[in-house]
């Protein structure tokens, strides 16, 4: 028998907002690349500017996910992993965008809607680069 309640659930607007998609992969690696040493998951949770409502779980997933990446590498430490950053956050998304423009086709389509999306100091950075790949 199902046994009633007063409770209400919980408002739409309560709720913890979600973090745009990779956001939460590029703090972990930010926190990896300025330890000094692999951290544990626990420790990595401990060391996120990240709302309370961030649970242990949803940080070994992320984790899990970046190791499959190739952005970080995680040893065995007991019961538990260490884990450490290879690419910093810059890399890792540069490696997405990258791995987005290998799975299209019309590459010179998908530059060029870039490009034209682009900030103009965003823009201006791409031309010196461009000119100068070593700056």
Known sequence: MRQV?????????????RRRAGRLEAA????????DRPLTTGEVLERLDAPAALTYSTV???????????AVTRRRDGKAFRYTAIADAPGLVAAHMNRLLAEEDDRASVLRRFVSGLEPGDEEILRHLLSDPDS
Do not use: F, M, Y
């Open 28 to 35: 972990i690696i930010t926190v990896l690349s300025a330890a």
């Open 60 to 70: 070994i997933t992320t984790l899990n996910r970046l190791a499959k990446k190739g």
């Open 5 to 17: 309640t007063d409770r209400q659930p919980p408002e739409a607007d309560s709720a913890v907002p």
